[in-house]
Structures are given as structure tokens and as C-alpha cells.
């Protein structure tokens, strides 16, 4: 059996690698993260340049510590129809005009047939108010939406 495509996006690496936090919620993200992290080969775990792009900027020691991880991971390339895609979904005001990584990273994991794209933003990507909208106009493009998802809900959802 082929092994579930999940697309990783900044936030997860972000939570991965960072310092141990002192706010209570951001610590349990980031065992969740370590605990889905360790489990990674369960799936086949991808990434684009532009997830590379983000995680290489701030500060240089926690953007190597990043790079570092995000190199075990499989990186698809950057294609054009997901750049329309995302355009669409920021002009549809599905993803908000100025959010235009979050709608390129929705673009980029149904273009590239992931079945879960994994995020802790819960802002844009991870809206549950947009979510169904969202997911509906992709599936008008004639594509198949990525399930939003935090690592957590993925390791509740997929137990081995």
C-alpha cells in the first residue's frame, strides 16, 4: 500500500527545531511535532522551495537547525499552475490578498497530490470558518484539496 502524501509547511519545521518554549500551548506543539516527527516515514513527507524560502530566513542558527531537518524530506518543485491556483484563492478572498505563501502552500499540496497538509497555522491554512469554502473551489479546479491538518490531529487520526 502507497504511503500517504502529506505536504510539511514552515510552521511544522518551525515548531520542530525551535528553543523549548516557555507558553504552555506552544511546548505541547512541540511534542506533538517530535512525536510526529519520529513517525515521519509513516509517510511520504514532502516540501517545496518555497518551504525552504521561509525557513531560511531569521535568525542564521534556527534557520540551519531547519534546513537540517527539511533536508530529510522529499522537495517537489515550484510549478506555474499552482501559482494560479493560489492566485485564484486570494482573489476569490478565500486566503487573504497579502497571505500569498499560506495560498501558495494550499496551491503547491494539491497540485503535487498530497493528502494532508501539515501546518500548526490556524490563522489562514487551518481556518475552519474557510476551510470547506476553500476546499470546494479546489475541487471545482478539478484537483484534489489537501486536508489541513496540525501534526497532532494527524498522529490522533492515523495511530500505527
Known amino acids: ?37 519520529e513517525r515521519r516515514l509513516d509517510w511520504e513527507c514532502i516540501l517545496t522551495p518555497i ?12 534557520a540551519a537547525r531547519r534546513l537540517e531537518k527539511a533536508n530529510l524530506l522529499m522537495e517537489l518543485p515550484s510549478l506555474p499552475e499552482a501559482d494560479s491556483l493560489a492566485d485564484l484563492l486570494r482573489a476569490r478572498k478565500l486566503i487573504p490578498e497579502k497571505e500569498t505563501t499560506d495560498a501558495t502552500h494550499l496551491a503547491m499540496a494539491a497540485i503535487h497530490g498530497a493528502r494532508y497538509l501539515l501546518t500548526w497555522n490556524q490563522k489562514h491554512l487551518d481556518n475552519l470558518e474557510l476551510r470547506s469554502r476553500i476546499e470546494e473551489f479546489i475541487l471545482g479546479r478539478g484537483l484534489t484539496p489537501a486536508k489541513v491538518i496540525t501534526p497532532e490531529r494527524l498522529l490522533l487520526e492515523e495511530p500505527t
Open 1 to 37: 500500500m502507497a504511503k500517504k502524501r502529506v505536504y510539511v509547511e514552515t510552521s511544522v519545521l518551525s515548531y520542530l527545531t525551535a528553543r523549548p518554549a516557555r507558553d504552555e500551548l506552544k511546548r505541547a506543539r512541540q511534542r506533538w511535532t517530535a512525536m510526529w516527527w
Open 51 to 62: 518551504v525552504l524560502a521561509e525557513i531560511g530566513q531569521g535568525d542564521p542558527e534556527a
